[in-house]
């Protein structure tokens, strides 16, 4: 049975920094790109990140390049996600997600987490 388990959110000053991590089991998991997607309150699931399989390829969505790292390690099972100069807009529940696929549409991502909630007080 495929898990993908997130950790790391948590409450944070505007400005301030969060390192999230998705713990993967069940799964190939180097056969898999990985990546990180956001719900806000009354908004739809969007992009954030992805990675490819062996981690040499990234892409982000505008909103957070510059200031947002994804990264992965295979040998843990492991993608994380690196927050920097967090704003209150990227205040959401984040979700890791696994695909076959390696690209910016949660439809090519076949397992995803539970979620882990970023509140990025002003």
């Known amino acids: 049975q495929v898990q993908l388990v997130e950790s790391g959110g948590g409450l944070v000053q505007t400005g301030g920094s969060l390192r999230l991590s998705c713990a993967a089991s069940g799964l190939t998991f180097s056969s898999y790109a990985m990546g990180w997607f956001r719900q806000a309150p009354g908004k739809e699931r969007e992009f954030v990140a992805a990675?490819?399989?062996?981690?040499?390829?990234?892409i982000y969505a505008d909103s957070v390049k510059g200031r947002f790292t994804i990264s992965r390690d295979n040998a843990k099972n492991t993608v994380y996600l690196q927050m920097n100069s967090l704003k209150p807009e990227d205040t959401a529940v984040f979700y890791c997600?696994?695909?076959?696929?390696?690209?910016?549409?949660?439809?090519?991502?076949?397992?995803w987490g539970q979620g882990t909630q970023v509140t990025v007080s002003s």
């Open positions: 997600a696994a695909g076959v696929r390696y690209g910016p549409s949660s439809r090519w991502y076949d397992y």
């Open positions: 990675v490819s399989w062996s981690g040499d390829s990234t």
